[in-house]
């Protein structure tokens, strides 16, 4: 009886090996799929600050009577976002078209200043004002995780025919490709 108990106490010491192996493989593999879930979630939340730092951007010119500075609208800046920052580069503004505007598509240049202002002689069918469409574009890019994010983004604008003529003429404020 005494071999017997002797026997088993080796075959108890391999199987509770071999449940620990198994246990620190099941435990490692658990932590490396939580760090592959962290980094994932990392790397979209530093897409999605790029993606708020460059629309914020584009808002930024936006707001501002970009044309008439067009030229001085290509720029870096750098914008912290969640406590990090990003570098954003914006490219000059382009415009993709012009279309004058007719007198008798002025809603009211009587009463209305805009209106008013693009009121040329009634002689002439054509107002003083044109429509254009620009389009503005903003690369981000974060340095830490390597986040980048290119928007691009369109806006009309009723702008004084002499200004769009001088933009239309110049094929540096063309948009290529469209």
């Known amino acids: 009886m005494k071999r017997l108990i002797q026997r088993q106490r080796g075959v108890v010491l391999i199987l509770s090996l071999i449940m620990l192996m198994v246990l620190t493989l099941m435990a490692v593999s658990a932590i490396r799929l939580s760090t592959v879930n962290l980094r994932s979630v990392a790397n979209a939340q530093s897409r999605a600050e790029a993606m708020s730092t460059a629309q914020r951007t584009v808002d930024l010119i ?4 970009f044309t008439d500075n067009i030229a001085g609208t290509a720029q870096t800046l750098t914008v912290t976002e969640g406590g990090k920052s990003y570098s954003v580069v914006v490219a000059r503004p382009c415009l993709i078209r012009s279309k004058p505007v007719k007198n008798v598509e002025l809603v009211d240049p009587v009463n209305n200043a805009d209106d008013k202002k693009c009121l040329d002689t009634l002689t002439n069918p054509y107002s003083a004002c044109a ?9 981000s890019t974060s340095g830490w995780f390597g986040a980048n994010v290119s928007i691009t983004q369109g806006t009309g604008i009723r702008m004084d025919n002499g200004a769009v003529t001088v933009y239309a003429n110049d094929s540096a404020y063309r948009c290529t490709g469209t």
């Not at 936006?62 to 009577?65: A, E, Y």
């Open 131 to 139: 429509d254009t469409i620009w389009q503005i574009q903003a690369t």
């Open 62 to 65: 936006l707001s501002s009577n």
